[in-house]
Each structure stands twice: as structure tokens, then as C-alpha cells.
């Protein structure tokens, strides 16, 4: 169904038991995080949490997307599969030759119903300016201060709706916007997204960019705001697909643009690009780390209006899995026939893993047919879209869903000084591991290229004189003893620059041992956590920079660095986690949340990563 306002998707939301109502007072700045952090990671307690005292005349909605079932349920679908089979039958169909006046009569009704979706204008009333403020003042508003380190106040879930102004299509984009105060906030747009591309053209003309931010209405508007739409495409064109309704939208107030009329809250303004950039951030990020602070347009609020029941909608983003989760992976069943039928019908099927965050790992199963397959997927994915930003892809011809398939089929077949490859290209603008800005170096393995045999695997008695010399090592602090049995070495060091590699594999020899791949990652990691270590090695490695090949005793061995490295780029930004006093006021107050059971702070799994407390070298 459509839902008319995030009042009705709330209710919608409570009749499924998928929402929690919390009356207790909760503060925005950092606490209301704190809870949200470990609920969206329970296993038994992971619903939408409707915060209805917290110091604001609006009840703050987060976590509304944080499942598969909450997700399909705000994009009117039972399951991701139903929305990826209608969209693959509206391909196929208007794909298929019209041989008969009946086909081309089915073809001209598909497209009566597409064209049915687009959106429409309305001249009415709206219920989104129900209640005007002409004196806006951003302190009315719920807005979070997520993590410790972060700049200030963000509001982190707006549909920020702009117009190009030589075409006039209209882009609806989720960018960040720091508060500055009562009535300026930051736009944070990246280079590669469109609001950047608007912003450039209104430069050429000197003209101020009219701007609506909406939060809320349809939750579908939020999706459609992070989907990776081709520029040009109206993100409510999806929403209307998706909702089975056209959006309406209306006329704002005080500038010359329109927004959907469901909207809960719109705050209006513009962006001058023939002034100043300023500074914005630091902010803790979906990529699990703090993004740095950066130069960005200034957004002025001319008017906000809201309805009379509106709620305000959120988010927030750190080390994974969080909310933003489930959008990527709505993302990618939704979009995953479009790239089949585009340019690669080889590709069977694919998953971006919660700690790959979107860019760092994409895991592709295709039909391998010819030698090179691998490396052709590759090369295209990394030329299409948002997928361009892409830092490490697994191809593979298994289910990319089973993970565990997956990377047993690379460990024990998958020869790593022959079966990777590299380039270098694009990356996001929030990637932190490259020595270039936006740019670096990519890594492929090739999964459906197996060897002859199955590779050599150490012994028990192996396995232990390796742990034995590890634990004689001082350059060593812990050891992953699972990998073992593959010849894989992952230990913990206190930095990658302290430890003289090429000696550590060379006294090896003396006990005739010698491993296929060297891994180095951070000490204090958890380090038989298998999500948290890739997540923050993906993180901290430019392939082409951290993954090199080394022969010993004829042997070639692959060391792959995923350490930090302020060495290399000064301030290396922090892991994102809650301090510790939040976590203490969140631990006493817990029982007054309404929760069954205690959850405890995932930051704590981290903190002994964190060995610059202060952060003051981000401020």
C-alpha cells in the first residue's frame, strides 16, 4: 500500500509488532544512537523504535528499515524477490519482438501502466504545509548528534530534491547536512552524485539553487533517495513504481520547486554557488570510520512546514550492520535485473556483505563459460554506475549468499599469486584507505578458475610450530588459529611499519614452514570475528598499494596489509563507536526503555581499537 505519511507506516509498522514506542525521556545527542546501535544489531530485539519524549514536539522515528521484512513492507512488497520478478517480467516484456497485434497491444498496456507512475502536480492543499514557519529555527527538530567525534548536529535522512537547471529534470538525493545554526546547515555533496553535478551547472549560471528537503511521507521516498538511479532518471518515478500510485507533489512555498504533498516535515532554502564553500564534518560514516572534515556549500533555510502529526524520520550509520543495510541489499536484488539485462547475462546472482559496506566487497556468481570471463565481468562492473566505486569484487560460481561456500571454495582451490588481479580507478569520496582523493586501487578474484588440485593444507603439528613461533614473536600480538589449516596467516600487530616483513617470513625457513598468504590487521580486532576483520581490513587497504607477492624458498607467498597506516595519510581516521560514559548512562537507564532483554553496547567490541582518545587532530 501507499502510505500517506510516516504517521500511517508508524501504525502499519505497530500492527505487525515491528516497532517499540519508547516514552522514557531519551536525549538526541548520542544517546538516542547508543540504543539504536544495539538494537539494530540484536538478534531477538532488532524493530523500529519511536522515540516520543526527546525534548521535541516530534516523536523521532529510526531503525523503520533496519530488516528485510521492514524494508519490503515500506516498498509495498511481500519480499525483495517479488519486486526483482516484476521487474524482470517488464523487461522481458517490452524486450520481446511485438510479432502480433496481441503482443504489441500487451506492450502498449505495460506501457499505459508504467507511464501511470510518473508524478503529478497538484495544485490542492497539501497535507505537508499543513503548519507553516516562516521564522524556521532547525532546534524545533529532533536532530541527532550520532557519535562522539562527530562535527555537530546531522540530520541524516533528507530527500534533498533539486532541479538541473538546463534540462529541468528533477533529482531527489539523500546527502548528509550538518547544522550550523538555526537556519544554515551543510550539503554534502560528493563529487560523483548528482546534487554536485546541479550544483556545477548553477555555478556556470550564477544563480542560486532552489532547494526542498523533505523528511518523511511515504517511507518508500527514502529508498528511491539512496538508489543508485541513473542521473536523469525521477527517483519518484521509482517511488510510484514501486508504491503502484503516481506521487503528488506540490509547489513549495518560497521556492520555485516541488516536493511530494505526503511529506512529513519540508524545510526550504538554496544553496548559492557563487559562495564561499565551508567546512563540514568530521561524521561517523556507514563506512564504520569517521569521514574528515571537507569543504562543502552552505545551505540557507528559507521556510519549513510540516503536517499536524508529523514525525520525524532518521538514521544512523557506523560500523556495520546498520539500518542502511537493508537499503543496500534492497538495492541490489532491485537492480540486479537491469545489470543482468543491460550488459551481463552471464551474472547469475549477486551480494554485497554488511561489512563490504556497499563499495569495499561485492561478491559476483556468473556462468563461466571461457577463459578471461572473470576479469571481462570485472572490468565492466567497475565501468557501470555506482559499482565504479568499487574496491574488491569475488567472482565466483557459487551462491554468493552462502558465504561460507563461497570462501571455502577460494581457500582451498583459489591459487592467490595467480588468481587475483588488479586495477585502479574511481572510488567514494569517503574511501580513506588511498593515497589519492576519490582514486585508487581495485582487487578481483577470480573464484571459477580452480586448480588442478586442491591447495596444500598444513598438518596439526604444522599448524601448532606456527602458533608456537607467532607467540615467540614480539612483533606478533594474536593469531587467527582457523585459517591455519589453509596456510593463512592473520595476526594482530601494533602497526604494519614495526615489523620488518621480509625477516619475519624468512625465519619461517628454520622450521621449514611456510605459509601461502601473510595478513597484518590492527591490534585489539577481535580477531576470530570474521565480519569485523574484513570489514576493517577491507577498509583500510588500497589493493594495489597493501597486497603484494613475495617469493620465499621458491614458495610465493601473498602479504596483504590491513593495518592503519597514519603514516601514509595523517589523521587516519577512527573506527566509529559510543564512549564510554554513554554507554554507562544507556546501561542504567536500560530497563526503562521497554526492552525484554539487555543489550549490550557493540562499541565495546571495538574500543580497544581506538588509540587516539582526544581525536583532536580531526577537529
Not at 122 to 132: D, F, G, I, T, Y
Not at 185 to 211: D, N, S, V
Not at 308 to 322: F, L, S
Not at 430 to 458: M, P, Q, R
Request: net charge neutral; glycine share 6%; aromatic share 10%.
Amino acid at each position: 500500500m501507499a502510505y500517506n505519511g510516516l504517521n500511517e507506516f508508524v501504525l502499519a509498522l505497530e500492527s505487525k509488532n515491528q516497532l517499540i514506542r519508547i516514552k522514557e525521556y531519551v536525549n538526541p545527542e548520542l544517546e538516542i544512537t547508543e540504543i539504536a546501535d544495539r538494537i539494530s544489531k540484536s538478534k531477538l530485539q532488532n524493530k523500529a523504535l519511536l522515540f516520543e519524549n526527546n525534548g521535541t514536539n516530534f516523536p523521532l522515528l529510526i531503525n523503520a528499515y533496519g530488516s528485510e521484512e521492514r524494508v519490503c513492507f515500506a516498498l509495498n512488497a511481500d519480499k525483495f524477490s517479488t519486486i526483482e520478478s516484476e521487474i524482470n517480467t517488464i523487461i522481458d516484456s517490452l524486450l520481446a519482438p511485438a510479432n502480433s497485434l496481441k503482443a504489441k497491444l500487451k506492450t502498449l498496456g505495460l506501457l499505459k501502466r508504467v507511464s501511470s507512475y510518473f508524478p503529478k502536480i497538484s495544485k490542492r492543499k497539501a497535507p505537508c504545509q499543513e503548519v507553516v514557519y516562516n521564522n524556521p529555527d532547525l532546534s524545533m527538530l529532533p536532530i541527532l548528534k550520532c557519535w562522539p567525534f562527530d562535527g555537530g548536529k546531522f540530520i541524516t535522512l533528507p530527500v534533498v530534491n533539486t532541479k538541473d537547471p538546463v534540462t529541468g529534470v528533477r533529482n531527489a538525493g539523500m546527502y548528509r547536512m550538518q547544522v550550523f545554526s538555526a537556519k544554515e546547515t551543510g550539503m554534502h555533496w560528493h563529487l560523483h552524485k548528482t546534487g554536485a553535478r546541479h550544483f556545477a551547472e548553477y555555478l556556470k549560471q550564477k544563480k542560486k539553487i532552489p532547494i526542498a528537503v523533505i523528511l518523511g511521507g511515504d517511507p518508500v521516498y527514502a529508498y528511491c533517495a539512496s538508489a543508485p538511479l541513473p542521473d536523469g532518471i525521477d527517483e519518484y518515478m521509482l517511488a510510484g513504481f514501486l508504491r503502484k500510485k503516481s506521487v503528488k507533489l506540490v509547489k513549495c512555498l518560497t521556492q520555485d520547486i516541488e516536493v511530494p504533498a505526503d511529506a512529513d516535515i519540508v524545510i526550504e532554502g538554496y544553496v548559492d554557488p557563487m559562495e564561499s564553500l565551508v567546512n563540514e564534518g568530521p561524521f561517523g560514516d556507514h563506512t564504520g570510520f569517521y569521514s574528515l572534515p571537507d569543504n562543502y556549500p552552505k545551505f540557507h533555510i528559507t521556510c519549513i512546514t510540516s503536517r499536524k502529526n508529523a514525525v520525524y524520520p532518521t538514521t544512523i550509520v557506523g560500523v556495520p550492520p546498520q539500518e542502511d543495510y537493508w537499503l543496500i541489499k534492497a538495492s541490489e536484488r532491485i537492480f540486479m535485473p537491469l545489470m543482468q539485462k543491460a550488459s551481463l547475462p552471464e551474472v547469475i546472482d549477486i551480494s554485497m556483505p554488511d561489512y563490504g559496506v556497499a563499495h569495499n566487497l561485492v561478491i559476483v556468481q556468473i556462468k563461466n563459460e571461457y577463459p578471461g570471463q572473470a576479469q571481462k565481468v570485472a572490468h565492466s562492473l567497475w565501468g557501470m554506475g555506482q559499482m565504479m566505486l568499487n574496491k574488491v569484487l569475488i567472482i565466483t560460481d557459487k551462491n554468493p549468499h552462502n558465504e561460507n561456500e563461497v570462501y571455502k571454495s577460494i581457500l582451498e582451490n583459489t591459487d592467490f599469486s595467480k588468481n587475483m588481479f588488479f586495477s585502479s580507478g574511481p572510488m567514494d569520496a569517503l574511501e580513506h584507505a588511498g593515497n589519492t582523493f576519490a582514486y585508487g586501487g581495485k582487487l578481483a578474484i577470480d573464484d571459477t578458475c580452480k586448480l588442478v588440485s586442491s591447495n596444500e593444507k598444513w598438518t596439526i603439528e604444522q599448524q601448532q610450530k606456527t602458533i608456537d613461533f607467532c607467540k615467540a614473536s614480539n612483533d606478533v600480538f594474536e593469531i587467527n588459529k582457523f585459517l591455519l589449516e589453509y596456510r593463512i596467516l592473520l595476526i594482530e600487530v601494533e602497526s604494519s611499519i614495526n615489523i620488518n616483513v621480509n625477516d619475519f617470513l624468512n625465519n619461517f625457513i628454520s622450521i621449514n614452514i611456510v605459509p601461502s598468504c601473510l595478513i597484518l590487521c590492527d591490534k585489539g580486532l577481535p580477531i576470530t570475528n570474521k565480519d569485523l576483520i574484513l570489514w576493517h581490513c577491507l577498509a583500510n587497504i588500497d589493493p594495489v598499494r597493501d597486497i603484494k607477492k613475495q617469493m620465499l624458498n621458491s614458495s610465493s607467498i601473498v602479504i596483504i596489509d590491513g593495518t592503519s597506516k597514519p603514516h601514509i595519510k595523517n589523521p587516519w581516521p577512527n573506527p566509529v563507536y559510543s564512549d564510554k560514559e554513554t554507554i554507562a548512562r544507556i546501561d542504567l537507564k536500560w530497563k526503562n526503555y521497554g526492552f525484554s532483554d539487555f543489550e549490550i553496547s557493540p562499541s565495546q567490541t571495538i574500543h580497544n581499537l581506538v588509540t587516539n582518545e582526544g581525536f583532536e587532530k580531526l577537529k
